[in-house]
């Protein structure tokens, strides 16, 4: 979901958006500005991914 | 009154032309009260002449708040994008929505998302496709975005 954050600022105040774009994955990860694909995918899915034998590297937050 | 120079609507033209299915949005949006909805439909009045494969369907937001919640849609304005189901009708779900007008960059947004559900334009790789596809859990991705 795209969320154009001035028409809805308490969207941003709840999501903390200090700056764009800024991606909100299940309330529970964070990416702010813009990664390359293979980073953005580790960094936004790491969480979500069905356990496969070795560990998903884990999100910065 | 054309929001879209003529030159921007011939390269915006040429990449809709790569889709291979056809896209309905739905655009969910109320008659008082909504400045930005006013906006959101100028908006997306130019797209339907730019592609056959485009449509738009409009949604009252407070009339109907079946579909509103069928589509998980609770302000406004928001488009949901859906794509063609197995029997070729526009009703499958895409699942991407716009909250907010799409403007500036977010029209950009609009835009790849419509190629995206139309066929065309997907720029991930294969490994990362997997990656996806090994997803076990409801995710939802929100976005946030300014048109400048």
């Known amino acids: 979901m795209a969320v154009e954050a001035t ?47 070795e560990p998903e590297e884990q999100p910065e937050r | 009154m054309a929001l879209l120079a003529p030159a921007d609507q011939e390269q915006l033209r040429e990449a809709f032309s790569e889709m291979t299915a056809p896209v309905r949005l739905l655009f969910f949006t109320q008659t008082i009260d909504c400045e930005p909805c006013v906006q959101t439909r100028q908006i997306l009045d130019e ?13 009252n937001f407070v009339l109907d708040k079946d579909k509103a919640a069928q589509y998980a849609v609770d302000r406004v304005p928001a488009i949901a994008v859906l794509g063609q189901n197995g029997s070729g009708e ?16 977010e029209f950009i947004s609009l835009v790849q998302a419509i ?31 300014t048109p400048t």
Do not use: C, H, W
């Open chain 2, 115 to 145: 190629r995206l559900v139309g066929g065309a334009g997907s720029t991930l790789t294969d490994d990362n496709r997997r990656r996806i596809a090994a997803v076990d859990k409801p995710v939802t991705m929100q976005v946030f975005t």
């Open chain 2, 90 to 105: 526009t009703t499958e779900d895409s699942r991407i929505r716009f909250l907010g007008t799409p403007s500036g960059y």
């Open chain 2, 47 to 59: 797209l339907p002449a730019l592609s056959d494969r485009i449509a738009i369907e409009e949604v």
């Open chain 1, 7 to 53: 028409e809805f600022p308490d969207l941003a105040r709840r999501y903390r958006v200090t700056g764009v774009p800024k991606t909100v994955v299940n309330d529970a990860v964070e990416i702010l500005g813009g990664l390359p694909q293979d980073d953005f995918v580790s960094q936004a899915l790491a969480q979500f991914l069905a356990a496969p034998g």
